[in-house]
């Protein structure tokens, strides 16, 4: 079957650094993506990988490793409005979209 | 740029009530979706729509139907509602083509329902 493992709940202090990593398993291979979910409300786009390497967007950073099935989603200099749950997916060879269940992550001041 | 909107925001329902969920966007996206959320689950996808015209099912189809009569517009129906159908619903859309090499997915902003 298919699967995606993260990790339930992780707790960073403002200020810090936090890596939150995200390992998969499907049937086939069309990229990854994170998305960032504030409790109440919808989902939003945060990164695409779909090469192996390290893809930068300000304070976020997402890295690929395909041949592992892994990925991780680097925040720094965390401020508490990231407080939220992060979703990892993975698009599979019939290009439909397998979820994770989420890491909520709680940033204390 | 209302982007995708989704009516109601809550809802409760009595067992073997029915009911449509409402999505609309505004982006002329060729694909849009139905999400359900579960606490401790990824999200699920219902139903899906490649096309005005068009829909398929998704992994959990069961117990829901949709019409997608116009580009625009994605219908979620729940003919006779179950406790089980109790979850956060979120509608979505994407491209066909994304400039970025990436179809990623635009949210609605979501609808409890509660079924009892």
């Known amino acids: 079957g298919q699967n995606i493992d993260q990790p339930t709940e992780m707790t960073a202090t403002e200020g810090a650094i936090v890596q939150i990593n995200c390992t998969y398993q499907t049937s086939g291979f069309n990229g990854l993506f994170w998305y960032q979910q504030h409790a109440g409300e919808a989902p939003t786009f945060l990164s695409y990988n779909v090469l192996d390497g390290l893809e930068e967007k300000g304070r976020f950073s997402s890295f690929l490793s395909r041949s592992k099935g892994y990925s991780y989603l680097l925040l720094k200099e965390l401020q508490m409005k990231d407080s939220a749950s992060y979703l990892c997916?993975?698009?599979?060879?019939?290009?439909?979209?397998?979820w994770g269940a989420g890491t909520k992550l709680i940033i204390k001041p | 740029n209302a982007g995708v909107t989704q009516t109601p925001k809550f809802r409760v329902l009595k067992t073997g009530q029915s009911m449509t969920l409402l999505c609309a966007q505004d982006m002329n996206h060729e694909y849009m979706y139905w999400y359900r959320q579960d606490p401790g689950m990824g999200l699920r996808l219902i139903h899906y729509s490649v096309g005005e015209g068009t829909t398929a099912k998704g992994e959990v189809p069961d117990g829901y139907n949709v019409s997608r009569l116009k580009k625009q517009n994605f219908l979620l129906g729940l003919e006779s509602a179950a406790p089980s159908q109790t979850s956060v619903y979120f509608c979505?859309?994407?491209?066909?083509?994304?400039?970025?090499?990436?179809?990623?997915?635009?949210f609605g902003s979501g609808t409890q329902l509660s079924v009892l």
């Open positions: 997916a993975v698009m599979d060879s019939n290009y439909q979209l397998i």
């Open positions: 979505a859309s994407s491209t066909l083509y994304d400039p970025q090499g990436n179809e990623k997915l635009f």
